[in-house]
């Protein structure tokens, strides 16, 4: 199995907080040749996973002369572990405006999945110099718009297991691209994913986009109408520019065979703030 962490270039790593969080900084060799004011990339990973997620895209942004900070929740990947029943989803708040203070300018965060209206929310009271969005979570207004057929069931217990991958590919994953995650993959705490799940009980998050005032992308995976119109309708929301990638699933479009379309999309947003 090809472990694509093993492959990132050498970098710092270094652990902060009073948790432990786990935070990897990498400063490629053309960070000297980029713009001084040009700030850092925070890439804030989703649930059940940590930074290794980014494994993948890392080298495109280095490369291009970007400092990026691989940032990993408490009690995620090699992030200290705690009592993941007490985690909320406020906490995972808190994290993230950690690793900003350790930025040390407002940073343009990209957040996949979970990490994505976490983003949002952060978005409405911190200040960021961007907002990427990766196949995020969806809030509650584009649910209002665009609701799913069939609600989620709130989790009864206090954590979940790691998603189970039986399948050997998907339609943009390898076997090799699976197993890289099967590695990894890890539990989550209930209570933050019961925070932005809608079910019978649960309405997810609300997002003031009055509250937001920097560039946003938003890129979506793409595999039929609905999947489309909430990717277009998160935009319109958050007066987003917007890049509906077809036939990419939600964990391949960090990992699988068509990732870097949704590089190249992120990069080109980039060059243009």
């Known amino acids: 199995m090809r472990d694509f962490t093993k492959e990132l270039p050498d970098h710092t790593e270094k652990y902060i907080g009073d948790n432990d969080l786990f935070l990897e900084i990498f400063e490629g060799d053309n960070l000297q040749q980029a713009t001084k004011q040009r700030p850092p990339l925070l890439f804030v990973h989703g649930a059940f996973t940590g930074s290794w997620m980014w494994s993948k895209y890392i080298p495109h942004f280095i490369s291009e002369g970007w400092k990026c900070y691989g940032m990993n929740l408490r009690s995620h990947y090699k992030s200290r572990l705690l009592d993941m029943t007490r985690i909320t989803f406020d906490d995972y708040l808190e994290d993230i405006q950690e690793v900003i203070a350790e930025c040390g300018i407002p940073p343009i965060l990209i957040g996949f999945s979970m990490g994505g209206i976490l983003g949002q929310k952060l978005a409405e009271t911190v200040e960021i110099a961007g907002l990427v969005l990766i196949d995020s979570v969806i809030s509650r207004e584009v649910f209002e718009v665009v609701p799913y057929k069939q609600l989620d069931q709130l989790s009864p217990g206090i954590l979940l297991p790691a998603p189970v991958r039986e399948e050997y590919s998907s339609i943009d994953e390898t076997a090799e691209d699976i197993e890289f995650q099967r590695k990894y993959l890890t539990m989550e705490s209930s209570k933050a994913f019961n925070a932005f799940v809608f079910s019978n009980e649960a ?9 937001i005032s920097c560039p946003c992308l938003v890129v979506k995976a793409v595999n039929g109408e609905d999947d489309d119109r909430r990717g277009r309708v998160t935009a319109e929301h958050l007066r987003a520019e ?8 939600h964990t391949g479009v960090l990992v699988g065979q068509k990732y870097r379309e949704a590089v190249d999309t992120i990069t080109d947003w980039l060059q243009r703030l």
């Open 242 to 249: 917007y890049k509906g990638l077809v036939n990419t699933t």
């Open 203 to 211: 309405k997810g998050i609300s997002i003031d986009s009055s509250s």
